[in-house]
Each structure stands twice: as C-alpha cells, then as structure tokens.
T-cell receptor, first 115, second 117 residues
Framework: AQKITQTQPGMFVQEKEAVTLDCTYD???????LFWYKQPSSGEMIFLIYQGSYDEQNATEGRYSLNFQKARKSANLVISASQLGDSAMYFC????????????FGAGTTVTVRA | GAVVSQHPSRVICKSGTSVKIECRSLDFQATTMFWYRQFPKQSLMLMATSNEGSKATYEQGVEKDKFLINHASLTLSTLTVTSAHPEDSSFYIC?????????????FGPGTRLTVL
C-alpha cells in the first residue's frame, strides 16, 4: 500500500507568490516522522523540514512551513515568496516503525517558478 | 548539516563490466547507510540498508549478487554493480545517518549517474 501520496505531478508558481505542495500519508503507528526534501536538477537531495507526529506546532524553517493536520493525515509543504531557485522536485517522506524506520518517499512534485 | 560524499559522480561503462560507487560520511560516523536508485522523474527506491560490519539488508526484488554492498567502516559504504547492463543505467544515491531512528535526518550524497552502454 502506498504510504505517502503526492497527487500533484507538477506545479507552476509565479515568483514571489506562495505555493502549497500536498502530501498525505498512511500509517497506523502513533509515533512517526515526516520530512520534505528538495531535489534540484543537479540531483542532490536537500533536507527542508521535519515534523514529528507528537509535535503540536507546525514546523517552520525560513520560507518553508509544514501544514500538519494529523487527523487528516496530511503534511502539506508551503513555500512562501517563491524564488527562481525553488524550481525543483519536492519529495514528502515518512519514517515509522512499521517500515523499520526506513524513509518512504512519495512520487514527488515538480515545481517550476516563473519570473 | 553533515556532509556525505559519493564517488564517482558520473560513470559510463561497457556492458558486462563492474562498477564500484563509494559513499563516505565526511564529518560524522554513520551507524547506517542506505542505497537508493532513481529513474528519471521518479521517486527514490530504497535498494538496501547497510550497517557497519554486518551484511546489508536488501529490499524485495533487489538482486544481492548484482548489487554488492560493503560497509567496511563507520564512514564508508560501497555499492558494486556487477556485470552491468544497460537496464542498470540509473541515478544511484546513498544516504547516511547516526543516532536514533525516528527523528533522524538522513544526509544524502550528491548521487552517481551510471550509464551502461
């Protein structure tokens, strides 16, 4: 069964605008971790933000924030004030005990920022 | 964050040859290293998990004899693609982590692009 679902294959966003990338997850564990990674065309995986299942506040890191809705099992990434350098593929990922704490990745969303 | 290097970054080889890819954690000791494979515009697929000094644990469908993993030290893991064929052409990425599992950030290497002719 798919553990991480990213339903948006590709998105376009205007420079300086905000964009929300959807991510839903599936787990029966109470304790789990959610991650977002950015992968530019160079291929490197860049860690953006982490949200623990017991964290009561939504995680934020600079222009990145995670909209964590536990009951809906969603962990959407919001990128504010988009920049041209934000053009990349974005992956949502989860670690939970049922998968031996290995990272399960979603299919990814390609974001293209337009000037 | 911590730095993980991979070498080589790009390799082109003839069908039937073996290729070794190195993954090093440069400024920390990695209890666990992971090897992923990624096809163009697709997600990362975990191939295997390796712990220093023990045999790698392969994911279902990954041929152990085809993809040999050696985790010789806490800072080095190698992936050898034996008798490579064109269908093995892919982007291979390693990652490393230290400490407890759930909250760990995995630190990724820059990847190795393998092309088999």
């Amino acid at each position: 069964a798919q553990k991480i679902t990213q339903t948006q294959p590709g998105m376009f966003v205007q420079e300086k605008e905000a964009v929300t990338l959807d991510c839903t997850y599936d787990t029966s564990d109470q304790s789990y971790g959610l991650f977002w990674y950015k992968q530019p065309s160079s291929g490197e995986m860049i860690f953006l933000i982490y949200q623990g299942s017991y964290d009561e506040q939504n995680a934020t890191e600079g222009r990145y924030s995670l909209n964590f809705q536990k009951a809906r099992k969603s962990a959407n990434l919001v990128i504010s004030a988009s920049q041209l350098g934000d053009s990349a593929m974005y992956f949502c990922a989860m670690r939970d005990r049922s998968n031996d704490y290995k990272l399960s990745f979603g299919a990814g969303t390609t974001v293209t920022v337009r000037a | 964050g911590a730095v993980v290097s991979q070498h080589p970054s790009r390799v082109i080889c003839k069908s039937g040859t073996s290729v070794k890819i190195e993954c090093r954690s440069l400024d920390f000791q990695a209890t666990t290293m992971f090897w992923y494979r990624q096809f163009p515009k697709q997600s990362l697929m975990l191939m295997a998990t390796s712990n220093e000094g023990s045999k790698a644990t392969y994911e279902q469908g990954v041929e152990k004899d085809k993809f040999l993993i050696n985790h010789a030290s806490l800072t080095l893991s190698t992936l050898t693609v034996t008798s490579a064929h064109p269908e093995d052409s892919s982007f291979y990425i390693c990652s490393a982590e230290a400490g407890d599992y759930l909250h760990n950030e995995q630190f990724f290497g820059p990847g190795t692009r393998l092309t088999v002719l």
